[in-house]
T-cell receptor, first 110, second 115 residues
Framework: AQRVTQPEKLLSVFKGAPVELKCNYS??????LFWYVQYSRQRLQLLLR??SRESIKGFTADLNKGETSFHLKKPFAQEEDSAMYYC????????????FGQGTILTVHP | DAGVIQSPRHEVTEMGQEVTLRCKPI?????LFWYRQTMMRGLELLIY????????DSGMPEDRFSAKMPNASFSTLKIQPSEPRDSAVYFC?????????????FGSGTRLTVV
């Protein structure tokens, strides 16, 4: 079975501070990991994928297979980063289907 | 392409009534997913289709929920009878082949309130 855990339901930081949103997964094979973001009352949109190893809006995420983690990081948070963030996993026979974590609400204070 | 289109955007209904949510996926996408979002449980996959065929409906809460995809451009999620605990935001998403999260496009969601 595949599972995604985001241990923090709420995360608050001040503008300019570093931020890290935690994501741990449980999966026996080689998963694909993603971060999705949902700004206030908007649709979910893809933020980044581990395969592309890219940086989007200053965010990066590294897949650590040893720790089964895919934490999302940004060195200097901005107020516009305030949103709901979901970590998601795809893999195996259910390829094409995404399993999401519970989500973390990030609030960046001025 | 206008993206994934869901209707209605908001639905308020009384307990016991039938509710039908609609989704138009992106043209050419062959996977369609229905998710439910609540504060308590986050995003839950209810059911998904591949080439209009239901593949996994294990997330459908109970028999009151049903989903259909009569053709490649339309899907419905029906709740009959509706209950207050069904209140949530229901998202539809579509993707192409086996691109998984790379190709996921979500609709704007339907906010359902059952009173």
């Amino acid at each position: 079975a595949q599972r995604v855990t985001q241990p923090e339901k709420l995360l608050s930081v001040f503008k300019g501070a570093p931020v890290e949103l935690k994501c741990n997964y449980s999966y026996s094979g080689s998963p694909e990991l993603f971060w999705y973001v949902q700004y206030s009352r908007q649709r979910l949109q893809l933020l980044l994928r581990h395969i592309s190893r890219e940086s989007i809006k200053g965010f990066t995420a590294d897949l650590n297979k040893g720790e089964t983690s895919f934490h999302l990081k940004k060195p200097f948070a901005q107020e516009e980063d305030s949103a709901m963030y979901y970590c998601a996993l795809s893999g195996g026979t259910s390829y094409g289907k995404l399993t999401f974590g519970q989500g973390t609400i990030l609030t960046v204070h001025p | 392409d206008a993206g994934v289109i869901q209707s209605p955007r908001h639905e308020v209904t009384e307990m016991g009534q039938e509710v039908t949510l609609r989704c138009k996926p992106i043209s050419g996408h062959d996977y369609l997913f229905w998710y439910r979002q609540t504060m308590m449980r986050g995003l839950e996959l209810l059911i998904y289709f591949n080439n209009n065929v239901p593949i996994d409906d294990s997330g459908m809460p109970e028999d009151r929920f049903s989903a259909k995809m009569p053709n490649a451009s339309f899907s419905t999620l029906k709740i009959q009878p509706s209950e207050p605990r069904d209140s949530a935001v229901y998202f539809c998403a579509s993707s192409f082949r086996r691109t998984g999260g790379h190709g996921y496009t979500f609709g704007s969601g339907t906010r359902l309130t059952v009173v």
